[in-house]
């Protein structure tokens, strides 16, 4: 039974297929052998991948060096007996898990669809017997009937066809329904390119076939994409790797200055357990408490910014993953293109026309040199659409004001066209009767009709490939309804000058009947030649505006995807992707999966950073070029909406899936979903997710100065023999109320301008800067200087601690309040983002100047926080230190202005 997996099925023929699988073509398997082959390859369906179990998921979520700091903090609270402040900062960390806990399950729900997707019902014949049985029942050797609107169950080997097309898309990206054969084919043919195959998950739009089933299960095509998907790892997004880079800067920071307060303490004889609380009073008050809620919450609040703007998100950090991406590798059917086939432009008799509309909406022109042209009057184009029409075996319906196909894309789209051109489809369909048709195959490239005229006369109408049709023609339907000199040649290079454009192109043609009864190949003779019309999957004309927009913030698009070369690179051109004839150098622009499988993977990497558009790629290649650029240093976004693309949606830093035509095994490998299938939808994701990381840093460079003048503070009075200017109850009082109040306001600044413009950060670039190290410092030496000095001055004056602590506490509170103004932009005076554009921060600010009244005027907070009521006076001190802060930073970052607005000058 092993040597059926691993076979070139398309290259077997089927006699020696029928002896491999051991069965019969005829008869198929009998009962007892089904239930052998059963036992020893199990059902046909995919199997779950085991994962980590919810337990384990849970605890992972604590395995982050920040996460080590704040249950250190709680720790240490606790042993202070402050179990207020314990409690408080724990449930900061179980609520953080929770959250990154509930949004953890994209690999399970992956491997579950996959699963289902398999779950159909199947025709099989048993014993000569056709059956009716769960897909799940299949086995290897089995012999299984087809017709349209089937899904297909397994994978199969053709052995009868009839007329048989299948939908690959989901599964190769190909736009259009394959026509599929039973002949045998070379060992080389890709797997898209295998049309006497039939995979599972494809779906039958036309025609009839039997087919043996030579994989089920894991061993399907699709199983090998749950594999792909299975083991294709989590990668850390580019948010979390600096976190947790800065998390462990930040732990060893604390540690070291820690450790300094002890050392420092017990070298001048001061009591080792005072000094060891002294050291543990530091790191409480250089422990950003507030950062993981923080983080978490300004993630959340971008999810809902951007789940307004159609783009809903299943994993937080992918929020600002966004605003990291360098490249966005595209699939093009459905995505970049509308999936619907339109005809763009037709000949006849001696003119050219151009088709406006896009979709299977009717909604539309026909044009002839910008001015629109009907068919009344001219025979040649009316002849054309009407043959389009009759020769066809589609519907286009609407329904609830929206159009829909029923049938093939293509000849849906010459109803369409038709419907354009003016002609009433089901009056014409009633006048012109069909009495009989030869059926589109493979093998003639061509379908022809009998219709009944008014005049009791017959007609045909035929279209097809345009060397088949022009040998049916002996001559060509003029414009004004005369006949005239056919010219194979001019018509050749209309049919070239379409394809250029990446048309697929139809002919056309026309003959009175000799047999009213029906329709023999024989009577394709001395046909008269009718027209061509061209047709594409046209591009959304807003993806056009949406490459172009990524493009100047500096975003790289490669299209990636199943479909012919030829068709993706014309695409491509219309969407701006490619511009010109190509760039020079040794790469071309677009290159196909059999000129990736020729390529090592260092020569990969390098090609990927020149060509543009990949065509005929399968889900291994799509990976091998994610993994190109990801070694290159990029941050690569995803998008796609078949099965196909989902083990390169888990793989890339952020998958990207199409939430109404996209499969569900492609939504629930990804990380964030569009609602409208729009590919502009990301250029305002990508908004949000650099707006999202500007928030972020923007938070941390406002928060850490109050940790470092805290811990400086502390520092200070240990090394000068002082006593403690705040406690470490007053330092989690300013850490946690300040975060959520001030700190977090940041998290609804919206998006300063010029945020399109720039270039995506450098995926290595620290989260804090030089420039910000250097403010963050400069602030927090000005906190801890104000403070000292306020402490140190009402202390000597009235000698009362409670008194001076509070001022202190206060000087801290508002000096944070102060500089929060600042960094509502890191670059700019808030007054250029215009002052009340963020009223959720004026609220924060309100209700902290409340809370520290409360803090410092009311005697239950004073004996809990060991604070005391101070004086105007003192509250004028405060205030002219912390508005000094406000002014400082504020020349500050005009002089930076300054220094880059001549360095750009120079630059120019």
């Known amino acids: 039974m092993e040597t059926l997996i691993g076979k070139h099925w398309h290259h077997i023929d089927i006699k020696e297929a029928t002896i491999l699988l051991n069965t019969d073509p005829l008869r198929g398997l009998d009962i007892y052998e089904h239930k052998r082959r059963m036992d020893h390859f199990g059902p046909n369906i995919i199997t779950p991948k085991k994962g980590k179990g919810p337990l384990i998921r849970f605890f992972l979520q604590f395995n982050q060096p920040l996460i080590y700091i704040l249950i250190t903090a709680g720790v240490i609270t606790g042993v202070l007996g402050e179990w207020v402040d314990s409690s408080v900062i724990i449930g900061v960390v179980l609520v953080n898990a929770i959250i990154g806990f509930l949004q953890e399950s994209k690999a399970v729900s992956a491997i579950e669809a996959l699963a289902g997707s398999v779950k159909t019902e199947a025709t099989v014949v048993r014993a000569g017997n056709r059956e009716r049985i769960n897909a799940s029942e299949i086995v290897p050797g089995d012999l299984v009937l087809l017709q349209s609107g089937d899904k297909v169950p397994a994978d ?27 002949e045998t084919l070379l060992p080389e043919t890709v797997l898209a390119d295998r049309r006497n195959m039939l995979y599972a998950s494809s779906l039958i739009t036309y025609g009839q076939a039997t087919g043996f089933t030579i994989a089920t299960g894991d061993r399907t095509e699709l199983g090998k994409i749950s594999e792909l998907i299975a083991t294709a790892p989590d990668l850390q997004t580019p948010l979390t790797k600096k976190i947790a880079r800065f998390s462990k800067l930040l732990l060893y920071l604390i540690l070291g200055l820690a450790g300094a307060t002890f050392g420092i303490g017990v070298l001048r004889g001061e009591p080792a357990v005072e000094m060891f609380m002294a050291a543990v009073a530091l790191a409480v008050g250089a422990i950003p408490e507030g950062l993981p809620a923080a983080l978490t919450i300004t993630l959340a609040i971008g999810v809902s910014r951007m789940a307004r703007r159609r783009a809903v998100i299943r994993n937080l950090p992918a929020v600002e993953t966004l605003g990291s991406t360098t490249i966005i590798c595209s699939d093009k059917t459905g995505t970049l293109t509308q999936n619907q086939m339109t005809v763009q432009a037709i000949t ?13 909406n009717p909604d539309g022109l026909i044009v002839s040199n910008s001015t629109p042209a009907g068919t009344t009057g001219d025979a040649a184009l009316f002849e054309c659409l009407q043959s389009g029409l009759l020769c066809n075996e589609s519907e286009l319906k609407k329904k609830d004001d929206v159009w829909s196909m029923q049938g093939d894309p293509t000849e849906v789209a010459l109803i369409t066209s038709a419907v354009k051109g003016g002609i009433e489809s089901e009056s014409i369909k009633k006048s012109l009767p069909r009495v009989d048709v030869i059926p589109f195959e493979s093998q003639n490239q061509y379908m022809a009709t009998l219709h009944k005229t008014d005049d009791e006369n017959h007609v045909i109408y035929a279209k097809g490939a345009i060397e088949v049709i022009l040998g049916f023609c002996s001559d060509m339907l003029m414009n004004d309804g005369t006949t005239g000199k056919l010219v194979p040649s001019s018509i050749i290079h209309n049919a070239e000058v379409m394809a250029e454009r990446g048309l697929r192109v139809i002919a056309f043609a026309k003959k009175k009947a000799d047999n009213t009864g029906a ?7 001395s046909m008269t030649f009718l027209g061509l019309q061209g047709m594409i999957d046209p591009p959304r004309p807003e993806a056009i505006d949406a490459i172009n927009a990524c493009q100047k913030a500096g975003i790289s698009i490669k299209m990636i995807t199943g479909d012919h070369l030829t068709t993706a690179r014309s695409i491509a051109a219309r969407l701006g992707i490619i511009v010109g004839a190509g760039k020079p150098g040794p790469w071309p622009d677009a290159m196909s999966g059999s000129d990736i499988d020729r390529l090592g993977d260092s020569e990969l990497t390098e090609c990927v950073a020149h060509t543009s558009v990949f065509g005929r790629i399968t889900p291994e290649q799509k990976l091998r070029l994610v993994n190109a650029l990801q070694s290159r240093g990029h941050i690569v976004a995803m998008t796609g909406d078949g099965v196909n693309d989902g083990p390169a949606l888990k793989t890339a830093d952020i998958g990207i899936a199409m939430g109404v035509a996209g499969t569900e095994v492609a939504r629930d490998a990804s990380d964030m979903i569009l609602t409208d299938d729009n590919f502009a939808t990301i250029v305002a994701a990508v908004e949000e997710g650099r707006g999202v990381f500007d928030n972020l840093t923007k938070f941390i460079v406002w928060t850490l100065p109050t940790n470092i003048g805290e811990g400086l503070v502390i520092l200070f009075a240990i090394v000068a023999g002082m006593v403690m200017p705040i406690l470490p109850v007053q330092i989690l009082w300013i850490n946690m109320t300040t975060a959520v109040l001030l700190g977090l306001m940041l998290a609804f600044e919206p998006g300063e301008p010029g945020l399109m413009t720039r270039p995506p950060r450098n995926p290595e670039a620290q989260i804090i800067t030089g420039e910000l190290v250097f403010r963050i410092i400069l602030v927090g030496s000005l906190l801890m200087a104000g403070a000292f000095v306020l402490f140190n001055v009402e202390l ?3 000698g009362n601690l409670a008194l001076a602590r509070t001022i202190a506490v206060n000087l801290f509170v508002m000096g944070e309040l102060m500089y929060l103004f600042n960094c509502r932009s890191l670059t700019v005076s808030m007054f250029r983002l215009g002052l009340f554009s963020n009223l959720p921060l004026f609220a924060g600010v309100s209700a902290m100047i409340l809370f520290q009244i409360g803090f410092t005027y009311i005697p239950a907070m004073n004996t809990l926080f060991h604070s005391a009521p101070i004086s105007l006076f003192h509250w004028g001190y ?8 406000y002014f400082i930073v504020g020349i500050e970052k005009s002089i930076r202005g300054a220094m880059r607005r001549n360095n750009i000058k120079k630059a120019g």
Do not use: F
């Open 348 to 360: 006849a008799g001696e003119s050219t026309y151009e088709v406006t509309g896009t979709g299977y």
């Open 796 to 798: 000597a004056q009235s």
């Open 156 to 182: 199969l080997r053709l052995i009868t066809v009839k007329d048989l097309r299948a939908d690959e898309s989901a599964l190769t990206g190909e736009s259009l329904p394959v026509e599929k054969t039973s």
């Open 878 to 885: 405060i205030m002219i230190c912390s508005l000094s802060i």
């Open 519 to 525: 329709v023999s190949s024989k009577e394709l003779n």
